[in-house]
């Protein structure tokens, strides 16, 4: 395992336009759009990558076959050196890496549905993530429908981005509130008209394509928030020539759901692994 280069970037984005899965957050590293990690097998001309996205996603694509590489690969997964300090969830493209995985690393894995009672010293959690296509049409019906007219959806400002709080905020996804203001647009349902209590953002934006984030603060769950945020978004997009991209979890049933009440359709069911901290 060899620590590239940031100059040296480059050299993995050919070959990640070879994943066949949702890689956005993956490609905002490669282009510099957010201070992440890569990892190869070589400099000279590397086989296999390992990107690591600040929000703690990372991406496992190219060669299997490196066993020097491989046995950096098992060592980082169960955090035997305790460098890493919280979760990450890794993705691995292409079949013959989960293949690997599900082989080799056998005795580490355990399913999300069997691990209830929280993290093992030596297990590593599978999960399933979900890539969607988005249905315009689809979106547009339930707008129509649901989306409430009464729920006030603001523009998120600057001191929204810098208080607002939870796991899945723009400040986890951009590098500060300068370079978010610029690049990034995100709507906010406020109670009162001074708590943010859902936000819908742009996580990641690379070309004409745009994926969207959310979060809702816990005390307001189940008010229909995170649709009217995501809907104005999606306007957003649909205005100005965006593709909007939804990813998650399977398990994660409340935004597994709300994609698909929002137009997105599942395309591909892929492992999902949580590696320990």
């Known amino acids: 395992m060899i620590l590239l280069d940031k100059k040296e970037y480059y050299k993995a984005s050919e070959p990640l336009q070879q994943v066949e899965i ?3 957050f993956a490609d905002a590293v490669v282009l510099g759009h957010v201070d992440g990690r890569i990892y190869v097998d070589n400099t000279i001309k590397p086989d296999a990558f390992y990107i690591e996205h600040p929000y703690g996603m990372s991406l ?5 076959t490196n066993e020097s590489f491989n046995k950096w690969l098992i060592q980082h997964a169960l955090n035997i050196h305790k460098i890493r300090n919280r979760f990450e969830w890794l993705q691995a493209f292409p079949k013959a890496w989960n293949e690997y995985i599900a082989s080799e690393w056998s005795k580490h894995l355990i399913k999300q549905k069997d691990n209830e009672a929280g993290m093992q010293d030596d297990k590593i ?9 988005f249905n315009k049409a689809i979106y547009l019906e339930f ?3 649901y989306i409430q007219a009464d729920v006030a959806v603001v523009t998120t400002d600057r001191q929204m981005f810098e208080s607002m709080q939870g796991s899945v905020v723009p400040a986890r996804f951009w590098n500060n509130a300068d370079d978010f ?7 906010s349902v406020m109670d009162n008209g001074s708590t943010v209590a859902c936000t819908a953002f742009s996580a990641f934006v690379i070309g004409n394509q745009l994926e969207i984030g959310i979060e809702t603060s816990d005390n307001y769950r189940g008010k229909g928030y995170a649709a009217s945020a995501c809907s104005a978004l999606i306007d957003y997009c649909l205005a100005n020539s965006y593709e909007p991209v939804w990813g998650c979890k399977l398990e994660n049933k409340a935004s597994y759901l709300l994609a698909q009440k929002l137009g997105f359709e599942p395309t591909v069911y892929w492992p999902f692994f949580k590696l320990l901290k």
């Open 22 to 24: 949702n890689h956005l």
């Open 60 to 64: 496992l694509f190219g060669s299997t």
């Open 125 to 133: 959690e599978e999960n399933t993530r979900v890539n969607f296509r």
């Open 143 to 145: 707008k129509h429908k």
């Open 181 to 187: 203001l610029e690049k990034a647009v995100a709507f």
